[in-house]
T-cell receptor, first 115, second 113 residues
Framework: DVKVTQSSRYLVKRTGEKVFLECVQD?????MFWYRQDPGLGLRLIYF???????EKGDIPEGYSVSREKKERFSLILESASTNQTSMYLC??????????????FGQGTRLTVV | KNQVEQSPQSLIILEGKNCTLQ??????????LRWYKQDTGRGPVSLTI?????NTKSNGRYTATLDADTKQSSLHITASQLSDSASYIC????????????FGTGTKLQVIP
């Protein structure tokens, strides 16, 4: 069974803290993505990576950074958490487009609350 | 402006009834359209993919249709079950984007006994 695993289901952090969200996939996928999901706004892309050490900004990268040192692992970093970063964060992975008929596979999500 | 619009935003139906969810898009050029199901508190799971040459595709009680001329897709659920309660999200690749997709805001379906 294919799997994308996010390190935490729920997190509560204080304003100003540095926050790490970890994601691991076991499908040898080239692409990995971080999204946030807010009511009424749908999923919005924060960053994605198409290869080890490669990354590209999505639609809302401000306040976030990412790291991909190994193919299976993609980390999202909130440098200084703020209350407007309270959200559901979803990690996903996929094979390269063109070869992909199965879409992206998502993790179970991390609900982050910044207080 | 979001290039993928879904309707209705939310829907409540009785168990056993059918329903149809709509997706209108302006993304161009078109390559494929996916429907995802997202249970509350979970990540989305792919239900079906529609390519340009396909106008109907079924996955069990789910049937997706595509009209590339009017840029509309629908997801029809037959004989609904309580487990169908979820959000249903329509997704298309970015026009000109690299490996990125545009998500609709979803339709939240609640099936009640």
């Amino acid at each position: 069974d294919v799997k994308v695993t996010q390190s935490s289901r729920y997190l509560v952090k204080r304003t100003g803290e540095k926050v790490f969200l970890e994601c691991v996939q076991d499908m040898d996928h080239e692409n990995m993505f971080w999204y946030r999901q807010d009511p009424g706004l749908g999923l919005r892309l924060i960053y994605f990576s198409y290869d080890v050490k490669m990354k590209e900004k999505g639609d809302i990268p401000e306040g976030y950074s990412v790291s991909r040192e190994k193919k299976e692992r993609f980390s999202l970093i909130l440098e200084s958490a703020s209350t407007n970063q309270t959200s559901m964060y979803l990690c996903a992975s996929s094979v390269r487009q063109g070869a992909d008929r199965s879409g992206a596979f998502f993790g179970q999500g991390t609900r982050l609350t910044v207080v | 402006k979001n290039q993928v619009e879904q309707s209705p935003q939310s829907l409540i139906i009785l168990e056993g009834k059918n329903c149809t969810l709509q997706c209108n898009y302006t993304v161009s050029p078109f390559s494929n359209l996916r429907w995802y199901k997202q249970d509350t508190g979970r990540g989305p799971v792919s239900l079906t993919i529609m390519t340009f040459s396909e106008n109907t595709k079924s996955n069990g009680r789910y049937t997706a249709t595509l009209d590339a001329d009017t840029k509309q897709s629908s997801l029809h659920i037959t004989a609904s079950q309580l487990s169908d309660s979820a959000s249903y999200i329509c997704v298309l690749p970015y026009s000109g984007g690299y490996q990125k997709v545009t998500f609709g805001t979803g339709t939240k379906l609640q099936v009640i006994p």
